[in-house]
């Protein structure tokens, strides 16, 4: 018998259980889309992740002050210091101390309420220099953006985050109407461009919901405090990926000075990168995308074990046709290799489906969660290969314990 003859009767051994072979199938199809989604979820979290931090700029660092302790000696978070200085961003524009910086822009902000007629809006308003526009990676869509004069002239002027401006001004152009920002009457002057949430510790929860305003009049007329000279946090810019490390180093080591700090280990101040946030964020995904695959391969392990379950019922169901056959002349390994093709027929069948419900489900779900699924060739592959070794690896037993089976022994079975 060849191997077509074979194949013919290991299909015809399927289809005569139809139901059977059908819930065997069934099992391996959820175990196999199970595994395509889960991974293509991961990756498509890790693409979009690593997007949105690109998008900010890999060249980037920020200094955040470091943490204060109160009167009762409970420590704050990083940040909750007072340690940075619109003084200590002016050296680090200096080409001259840092020539690794392309860009500086100094931060402060606050969660304030913006009034524009009968509408109010609670939203971030932040504080800041024109350098913010290019540091961030963000464009205007309508107006302009604050400049120099501004900041100089403490301007009450203020540019408006897209979801902001639609909540203030519905339908209507925000560009020349007042927004009173706590009590203090702001003329907008600008809308940012749309880039949607983000994940990174250096933006707020959605760029597109907050308000810039010169960091002169957020200190003097919005903010106030004791201490209207000490600033959130300093966004720097490296001229390029590769002046990172050198910016890293100026930033440090000019900061120090300026602190009068003699030991790195007690700065008052952290410097962190967009880089760093994205190896952190990848090996976060990784880790969720490994642990969902390995509850997905636990399915895998089920739709094995059915495979085998049909096939040791086949063979008890089947022994006088094996007797027969081994006493017409099939030898042990023919009778093997017909068990064999049976078992890799349900898994190929079930891999093959599973792995179309996971395209398809890739390319619906999206929608419906709101999260993007990619589709990975590799792992779909992948699939495959494992769904046709289930079938052969937990076929192997039966088609053994078939192969094995005397032939006077299985006619004389009932």
Do not use: C
Request: net charge negative; proline share 4%; charged share 10%.
């Amino acid at each position: 018998m060849g191997w077509l003859e074979t194949f013919r009767t290991g299909l015809n051994g399927v289809r005569s259980h139809r139901l059977r072979s059908g819930l065997t199938v069934l099992g391996i199809l959820i175990g196999i889309a199970a595994v395509i989604l889960t991974v293509g979820l991961g990756e498509g979290a890790q693409a979009q992740v690593g997007s949105q931090i690109t998008a900010l700029g890999t060249n980037l660092l920020t200094v955040t002050p470091g943490s204060s302790t109160s009167s009762t000696g409970i420590r704050g978070g990083l940040g909750t210091a007072s340690t940075l200085t619109m003084s200590d961003a002016d050296y680090l524009s200096s080409k001259t101390v840092a020539p690794d910086i392309q860009a500086v822009a100094p931060t402060t902000q606050s969660e304030e309420t913006l009034t524009a007629g009968s509408t109010n809006w609670s939203t971030t308003v932040v504080g800041s220099t024109s350098p913010w526009l290019t540091v961030r990676g963000r464009s205007v869509t309508q107006g302009r953006f604050i400049d120099n004069q501004d900041v100089s002239d403490n301007g009450t002027v203020v540019v408006l985050g897209s979801t902001t401006a639609a909540e203030l001004f519905s339908r209507a152009d925000p560009i020349g109407q007042t927004v009173d920002i706590g009590n203090v009457p702001m003329t907008v002057i600008g809308v940012l461009n749309t880039v949607g949430s983000s994940s990174s510790s250096t933006t707020t929860s959605d760029p597109d919901d907050q308000a810039i305003v010169p960091i002169t009049t957020a200190a003097d007329s919005l903010f106030g405090g004791t201490n209207r000279n000490s600033l959130s946090s300093i966004i720097v810019q490296a001229k390029s990926s590769a002046d990172l490390t050198g910016a890293y180093q100026e930033i440090d080591h000019e900061l120090l000075q300026l602190h009068q700090i003699t030991s790195p280990a007690n700065a008052d101040f952290t410097i962190t990168s967009e880089a760093s946030l994205l190896s952190t964020a990848t090996s976060v995904d990784r880790t969720l995308t490994i642990l969902l695959a390995g509850v997905a391969g636990i399915s895998l392990l089920v739709g094995g074990i059915g495979v085998m379950n049909i096939m040791l019922v086949s063979v008890t169901e089947r022994i006088r046709e094996i007797g027969l056959r081994k006493a017409i002349g099939a030898t042990p390994a023919l009778i093997r290799r017909q068990f064999l093709v049976e078992a890799s027929v349900l898994g190929l069948t079930g891999g093959a489906l599973g792995a179309l419900l996971g395209i398809v489900g890739a390319l619906v779900l999206p929608g419906v969660i709101g999260d993007p699924i990619s589709i990975s060739a590799p792992a779909t592959a992948l699939a495959l290969v494992v769904a046709l070794a289930i079938g052969v690896i937990f076929g192997v037993y039966p088609a053994g314990r078939a192969a094995n089976l005397a032939p006077i022994d299985a006619l004389r079975s009932e």
